[in-house]
């Protein structure tokens, strides 16, 4: 009798469409930034996620949220879809990832990309710098280091002017006393 019911379950199961045993499985979508992921502050950015030929929709994803940021068609006869930015600032910076839809289903999620902004300024410390990150789960496992970025300073609107006003004031008073005792010999 356990045998006959349990062929009897297993028949129900292969016919229920919810349960596809032959269901393709998707690629992972594969995500980028141009004209990059770091220095953008007031850019145009462009983030592209990429799938199959058969995809019919992307949707991009921003930090930890289900709900998409946004949503796409392909770009036309394309397996890629754009999503713009079109002023970065700190309110885009964030990690994103995409998926897309195509006839079989929903693909696997992106790996993340890490969208930053850095303004930098004033300068005031010329050098060699070099970053580093890390992820939320390791916060003491750090990466390599980036390449180098040289800094030197040119020029600086918040140049501190002290010296340059004590001299124009000393030849201000000095000009005024000469003044002064030309007036009163004269």
């Known amino acids: 009798i356990l045998s006959g019911q ?3 379950i297993c028949p129900l199961v292969l016919l ?3 349960f596809d045993f032959f269901a393709e499985i998707l690629p992972k979508s594969t995500i980028w930034a141009e004209p990059g ?3 953008t502050w007031g850019m145009l950015v462009t983030i592209r996620c990429e799938g199959n030929l058969e995809a019919q929709e992307y949707n991009m994803f921003k930090d930890k949220s289900s709900t998409p940021w946004d949503t796409q068609k392909p770009l036309q006869s394309s397996n890629k879809a754009k999503f713009s930015i079109m002023y970065m600032t700190d309110v885009n910076a964030g990690r994103y990832h995409c998926n897309y839809h195509s006839p079989p289903g929903w693909s696997e999620d992106s790996d993340p990309l890490e969208l930053d902004d850095f303004p930098l300024g004033p300068v005031t410390h010329r050098g060699i710098y070099r970053c580093y990150g890390s992820f939320d789960g390791t916060p ?3 990466s390599s280091p980036s390449d180098p970025l040289h800094l030197s300073i040119t020029y600086s609107k918040f140049q501190d002017y002290t010296v340059e006003n004590l ?3 000393d030849l201000t008073g000095l000009v005024l006393v000469v ?3 030309l007036l009163f010999e004269a």
């Open 6 to 8: 349990t062929l009897l």
């Open 179 to 181: 003044l002064g005792i």
């Open 167 to 169: 001299i124009h004031v």
């Open 37 to 39: 992921s770091m220095n």
């Open 140 to 142: 003491y496992a750090w």
């Open 16 to 18: 229920d469409p919810a």
